[in-house]
């Protein structure tokens, strides 16, 4: 009996090690490697991209905050081989998987788990990933529940409240462009989108506005109005948390200008007409400005603005004219 | 509508706007006939043909042409089309660029900036929710989508409020905080105008509670589990709300309740507001 016994908690120990050594090695190879060298890893740890003949693309993945409960990727059908690979290596589903796993991230306390994203969709910006549309099943482990799981992932973005002082009076300065999802033309802040995966959203901004508006903005001048949210709320905003990914940080920009600078920016036409931006500026005396966009991140700049000033949040404008290059 | 065999479904339309220049239709590969028609037919693909052809919209001044729209993707909510996603090629008539013209169509929703007043101290009622885009559990307004052709976004924003937080609003007090908006902006707020076709009304509520409403809504967990709704209710003084939540419709909320009040825009509250605690979760409270 004890023989048998032995030989049977021997067995069950080397069961074990061999488990724990796998699901380390495996968590260390997540760790270290880049999510598209699992196509190597999985021939050795058995996690793969197949490729059943005349049926569904797939890949599994495996995250370290639910090992053991593998994720599958899966394709609608018509998804080509080219997009769903460049959908599950794009950057944007890169950081969705990591946002659900950080401290905040809804994976952390173990109530909910990921069970498979389906890729319903790529837009390429050449060679780039520019939106992706997939479906999360998440499940809500006490009910067994799916939670609404459909993300347009667009990744992040960056917005500037350029007010420009002349004679005393305040002045915003805005953009105005044909915007396709809404139909119309839509007074806006200056803003971008994050093109890489630097997380440069100062320099992102100081570029978009130089594209957009044509002025050149110093850096040091930009005061950065999300830093005012509680941390526990990631310090961006989100526009539209319910269907989309969209995280924007605002930033503000105060300068003095001569009336001349007034003058030229408004009516002014930009963009980069490569890319089909039709930009025209606008300069709006700030006191105007809440009642005369309909765009979240002008709106919300305010909130931010107004109520960083009321208490008493808002660093000294730096000192003199806005040193900036107007063409 | 055309459908040739073994390729792209595809039918074309003449826009008013538009005459002489018709609009291809068409489908990307993978995408169902029944999809397909759903997409066409579906209140959200007609609010935007019927966005881009108003006095404000793409098409107003001749400037712009629609030549083709590509369907990408239709998202059924039952029987219904929740959420569609395609690409329109609209092109500058002077310059041949086309516009980016990708679209996540969800169409209209409806938030409500409940402020009650107790004790002196005035709070802000908000949702918590996991919300799958952004990846976390966020604070945000009482939300709802408009899910009928309806319009009705007071009504649809009393609903949501009751399932969402228990609470029954009372729809005559409720004040309309995008109705402040200059009407060349067409008078409701879009979140993403970039990629998303949303427009939300705003609302403001305003009531006195007692401490212990205060006290029984906090925690409170509430949402339609059947829809996977699980919504934690919070209760946030309102000085402190600004920097506790990354909510768009809470920060412009704030900015349209600040910037009103500011200026002696607001109606005065009303006299007796009352909002009511929905029957299934406790007893009716009726507030002074």
Redesign the interface.
């Known amino acids: 009996f004890s023989l048998r016994f032995t030989l049977s908690m021997l067995h069950k120990s080397a069961y074990v090690v061999y488990w724990s050594v796998l699901s380390l090695a495996k968590t260390m190879a997540l760790l270290l490697q880049p999510f598209m060298s699992l196509k190597k890893l999985g021939r050795v740890f058995c996690t793969q991209i197949s490729a059943q003949s005349s049926s569904r693309l797939t890949h599994t993945i495996n995250l370290p905050s639910q090992l053991g409960q593998p994720v599958q990727i899966v394709a609608?059908?018509?998804?080509s081989d080219s997009d769903f690979r460049n959908a599950i290596e794009s950057s944007l589903f890169k950081h969705?998987l990591k946002?659900?796993q950080?401290e905040?991230?809804?994976l952390s306390n173990g109530a909910?788990s990921l069970k498979q994203v389906l890729i319903?969709?790529v837009?390429m910006f050449g060679k780039r990933v520019?939106?992706l549309?997939f479906?999360?099943d998440?499940i809500?482990k006490e009910?067994g529940?799916?939670?609404?799981?459909?993300?347009?992932?667009?990744g992040p973005a960056v917005a500037v409240l350029i007010l420009l002082e002349s004679e005393g009076k305040t002045y915003a300065v805005l953009t105005e462009q044909?915007?396709?999802?809404?139909?119309?033309?839509?007074?806006?802040l200056p803003?971008g989108m994050l093109d890489d995966d630097k997380g440069d959203f100062v320099g992102t901004a100081v570029r978009e506005v130089e594209e957009e508006i044509g002025i050149s903005l110093n850096v040091n001048d930009m005061v950065d109005l999300t830093a005012?949210?509680?941390p526990?709320?990631?310090?961006?905003?989100?526009?539209?948390?319910?269907?989309?990914?969209?995280?924007i940080s605002l930033f503000l920009y105060r300068g003095h200008v001569g009336k001349e600078i007034i003058t030229q920016l408004q009516g002014k036409e930009t963009g980069l007409?490569?890319?089909?931006?039709?930009i025209k500026v606008h300069v709006v005396p700030y006191d105007k400005l809440?009642?005369?966009?309909?765009?979240?991140k002008a709106?919300?700049a305010?909130?931010?603005y107004?109520?960083a000033k009321r208490g008493g949040l808002m660093p000294p404008p730096r000192s003199s004219s806005a040193e900036f290059s107007c063409h």
Request: glycine residues 12%; proline residues 6%; charged residues 25%.
């Open positions: 609608v059908p018509g998804l969705w946002n659900i950080t905040t991230g809804m909910t319903q969709g837009d520019g939106f549309k479906r999360a998440v809500d009910t529940n799916k939670v609404p799981g459909i993300v347009f992932a667009r044909v915007r396709v999802p809404v139909g119309r033309l839509i007074l806006e803003a005012f949210l509680d526990s709320t990631g310090c961006r905003v989100f526009p539209s948390p319910g269907g989309c990914d969209e995280e007409r490569e890319h089909g931006e039709l809440w009642h005369m966009t309909a765009d979240a709106l919300m305010i909130a931010l107004e109520m």
